[in-house]
């Protein structure tokens, strides 16, 4: 039997067999493009290291200083900056599925006083974002990008203070139609917030601690409210001293949180605390919080190597007594010092091994004060739940923002992780806070045959520099290497202005080559002695963390600090002897 084909038949056939390879192709592309439907991830992850089976691609790479982020059940991203000079929030949509940003713009006008707003969360539709001093909503248009209607003010923060340490307020949300703020406490251990609120060697703190009554604790407000005030809210737990870090957990229907440990024990106390039990202490604690609780701050703080919550020294305490520890709320895991948790979030998706369902991921943004020790955290942990406790040891999840290990001073991190957002596939999402770098995390391994050889290697990552417990003679940076001046500079300033004087790039300035430190010595001295708060401008840069006074040092300790600043990280001005000192005390009484 002999085919006949006409010329027309003939050419519908070579179309039809031309179209199906075409389709063919396209749909290889697609399988090999994106398995699963999930985008092409980087070949080096954007830098991160995962659990293998894990892969990154990176959404967006110099966004700015971003902070907490979200992601809408459609994909779009929304990040909170630290600033908000061109618009406090950016949004940002990826239009052709290859995990990267295709469309950013910048929006949000609103007044953003000091350098620690954070949240960025959705809630029924809304868009919800702060600054220092309020919590603002926007009604997301399904298709839009931007918000369209009016930003709405959902709280304001109306002490009268103004900015402040541990002023942010992250946001979370319950099952019940309660909205949950923290409000951080403004001084390191309740103490005299007129003259010294970070605290000056042996002194005590106030008793009882005014500050507990407006802040140090977490307050429950009605979440269908707006133009809400502190005291629309009910006091939900206190002993709170600063958190970033907070998620309601929907399996079993309670809020979790991770707070930042008060700072300065050696410095307040150097006959009880040594340099190192400074850097390691205390414990950043992982909270489930019940109504009610009291964590126990500024009375007590946990110590994660003895297992216990003790007395703080302002308070009675020694580094060994627990007073009436044990009746205050317990951590489920003590993390080290200073770590630096900036954001917790329960996974609740599918995409990830079994395992990591309803686990909690942790931020840790990293420390600053942790000298003459190598500076820790700057990573990512996941710590494994069931029936609402942990059900694991904690895990290194992603490592490698940093770059570099040991890191010396805060500003060796090239890049330090901040907020954790979930997107509708069950991508998993990072910020981070010096380039504004966003990466995609997805897991493209074996679900079935994932397991502790995975993991193995993320495990060696808890003996780097950054993350092991230092030891207290080899991992010294400073043990016979440094001038007594600059040891003693390194005790009292480097926890802010960090040991090379360069600050931290963002709430402490550096030092080096502006006049606020070559310039009119009376103007430096007025600094270091009464302290400074509110807003300065250093080297074209806006800055407003608080400088505490240090009028407690000795006449030769500031004229030593300050000639060591003054001819030190590139400034050659002249000393500041220590009749000066005397002079401007006796002018200054």
Not at 366 to 373: E, L
Request: net charge positive; proline share 7%; aromatic share 12%.
């Amino acid at each position: 039997m002999k085919l006949k084909f006409t010329g027309k038949s003939l050419k519908k056939s070579i179309f039809y067999v031309l179209s199906c390879l075409f389709i063919i192709s396209i749909l290889s592309l697609t399988l090999f493009r994106n398995p699963g439907g999930l985008p092409p991830s980087d070949p080096d992850n954007g830098g991160l290291t995962f659990p293998d089976g894990f892969e990154a691609v990176v959404v967006v790479d110099s966004l700015g200083p971003a902070r907490h982020l979200a992601v809408n059940n459609n994909g779009d991203i929304y990040v909170k900056l630290r600033f908000s000079d061109k618009g406090g929030n950016v949004a940002m949509r990826d239009t052709d599925n290859d995990g990267k940003a295709d469309i950013i713009q910048h929006f949000g006008s609103y007044k953003d006083v000091g350098s620690l707003a954070n949240g960025m969360r959705i809630h029924k539709g809304y868009l919800y974002y702060s600054s220092s001093l309020a919590i603002y909503r926007s009604k997301l248009t399904p298709g839009k990008l931007i918000p369209d209607s009016p930003m709405e003010t959902v709280l304001t923060d109306d002490h009268g203070h103004g900015a402040h340490w541990h002023i942010t307020k992250p946001v979370s949300f319950d099952d019940k139609g309660f909205m949950y703020v923290p409000f951080g406490t403004p001084s390191n251990n309740c103490m005299d917030m007129a003259n010294t609120p970070g605290g000056k060697p042996g002194q005590p703190g106030i008793s009882p601690c005014p500050e507990l009554v407006q802040h140090g604790g977490i307050w429950r407000f009605d979440a269908n409210k707006i133009g809400l005030t502190q005291k629309d809210g009910t006091l939900f737990a206190t002993g709170l001293r600063s958190i970033v870090a907070m998620d309601w957990n929907k399996a079993d229907k309670s809020l979790y949180v991770v707070q930042h440990g008060r700072d300065n024990l050696h410095r307040l106390f150097p006959e009880l605390y040594t340099p190192w039990e400074s850097a390691v202490l205390p414990s950043e604690e992982f909270l489930k919080i019940k109504e009610g609780d009291d964590a126990g701050w500024p009375y007590y703080y946990y110590d994660q190597i003895q297992k216990k919550k003790l007395m703080t020294p302002e308070y009675g305490g020694d580094g060994k007594k627990e007073g009436k520890g044990r009746e205050l709320a317990q951590p489920l895991i003590g993390f080290p010092g200073h770590w630096a948790p900036n954001d917790l979030y329960f996974y609740q998706g599918n995409q990830f091994p079994e395992r990591y369902k309803n686990g909690a991921f942790i931020a840790f943004h990293g420390s600053t004060n942790r000298a003459p020790y190598p500076q820790s955290g700057y990573f990512v942990a996941f710590v494994p739940f069931k029936n609402g406790a942990p059900s694991g040891d904690w895990e290194v999840f992603a490592d490698g923002f940093a770059g570099v290990d040991p890191i010396v001073n805060v500003r060796d991190a090239k890049m330090r992780p901040m907020g954790i957002a979930e997107g509708p596939d069950g991508s998993l999402y990072i910020s981070e806070t010096e380039k504004g770098r966003i990466w995609r995390v997805m897991f493209k391994g074996n679900k079935k045959t994932f397991g502790n050889a995975q993991l193995a290697k993320m495990e060696k990552h808890k003996l780097l520099s950054h993350i092991r417990t230092p030891d207290k003679i080899k991992d010294n940076l400073e043990k016979g290497k440094i001038k007594p001046e600059a040891a003693l500079y390194n005790t009292y300033c480097s926890a802010c202005h960090q040991n090379d004087g360069k600050g931290d790039g963002n709430r402490f300035p550096p030092l080096g080559e502006t006049e606020w430190v070559t310039g009119d010595k009376t103007k430096l001295l007025n600094v270091v002695l009464k302290g400074l708060n509110g807003e300065i401008i250093v080297n074209g840069k806006p800055y407003n963390g608080l400088m505490p006074a240090h009028n407690f040092l000795k006449d030769e300790e500031v004229a030593n600090i300050l000639t060591y600043i003054r001819s030190s990280f590139g400034n050659s001005a002249s000393a500041v002897s220590l009749q000066e000192v005397i002079e401007f005390r006796r002018l200054n009484k």
